[in-house]
């Protein structure tokens, strides 16, 4: 039996049938022992196939008659409420909020690109471990979306937290976790739900509002494009910061921004896990994980290969540059348009929708436009290369 290779150490809450922490009785490591009903099991297999820095590991996962055990790693740390307690004599940082949205929204990318919402993103369920890594736990309210809904089946999530989706007036989709996540923001700032008091932090302010538009279509639509805007923000209090030191600057700086703001907006922050922004948005660097940044470094050493042998090809130098241009047009804009290199298809209004009907529409137009274009370039270049390209 599964239960024998792991020993009960203790509760961790006073919850009927909360998580118990365990030991594994070979290897000594710690895990978080969970019970869920039956109807998480295809959902939990999902994610135990999904190992990201910002999410928790699901070491096993056991089907019984009635329920589900989970075991779940288990993080040294604290949950953000305990860390804000701890807090409390210098106050939480602004750099540091940032941080954490960006760690949280890096782990949504992740769940989202498979169609799973957390729906029960909250303080107590975001985790700051010993080493300062940010981990989303907590699955007790995950689902498959599938954008055929009208609205949530079972409607879950926390009450102050949750979007106004949760509450049976349209089906949950990853812009509900959004909408959670800027509300853990104006948490971690002002103390208070936004309904009661709204930052007016100038560099969380424009993030958390957009967040919490109770019109899922004027929210940020992907966790990705949060992503961009909580990098942009980083940038702002990066570039603020570098020119504090300079009295002109800072006369400009301040003549916007109040002083109690200007300072917390400006106060250090211990670690960063951030990559630069460029990084986050090419394809294979986007999650973190080592095997893919191995196989995305190959593609790209692979596909520079291919323009090297084209510009060393038979004819002249416009000859070879017809060539680089038409393996551009005809290989390289379809593949990097299909991965969202760069987020190209962020810009494109097709795709900023959730539903998987316009995203497939969005993908046909494409297909049709990029036909189109290869058409044309072919009917005038085929008179323009040289004779000797021919021979």
Known sequence: MIENHYKEIETLTNKENGPILVRHNQT??????????????DKLKKLQQINHPNLPRLQEIIPLENELWVYEEFI????????????????????????IASSVTQALMVLHERNIIH????????MISNDQVIKLIDFDAVRLYDGKKEQDTVNLGTMGYAAPEHFGFAETDERSDLYSLGVVLNVCD?????????STNPYLAP????????DPS?????????????????????????????????????????????????????????????ITRIPGFRSNIYWKKIIALFGYLFILLCY??????????????????????????????????????????????PKRSSKIIGYLLFIVVWFIIVGTFIEITSGLYSPEYYK
């Open 218 to 278: 004027q929210r940020f639509q992907t966790a990705k494009e949060m992503q961009l805007a909580i990098q942009e923000q980083l940038d702002l209090l990066t570039e603020t910061k570098k020119t504090a030191t300079t009295p002109i600057s800072l006369k400009k700086v301040t003549s916007s921004v109040s002083e109690p703001a200007f300072k917390e907006a400006t106060k250090p922050l211990k670690s960063s896990s951030l990559k630069p922004k460029i």
């Open 76 to 99: 040294h740390g604290k949950n953000l409420k305990e860390y804000m307690l701890t807090q409390q004599s210098t106050s939480i940082t602004t750099k540091e909020i940032l941080n």
């Open 119 to 126: 729906r029960d993103i909250k303080l107590t369920n975001i």
């Open 28 to 41: 000594k490591e710690f895990f978080v022992k969970k019970i869920y009903t039956l109807d998480l099991l």
């Open 190 to 198: 002002s103390h208070e739900y936004p309904t009661k008091k709204l």
């Open 207 to 214: 993030i958390i509002t957009k967040a919490i538009k109770l």
């Open 308 to 353: 090297i042998i084209l510009a060393s090809t038979k004819g002249n130098a416009i000859d070879r540059l017809l060539e680089c241009v038409n393996f551009t047009i005809m290989m390289i804009a379809p593949l990097f348009f299909f991965l969202n290199f760069l987020g190209v298809q962020d810009r494109l209004p097709f795709f900023r929708s």
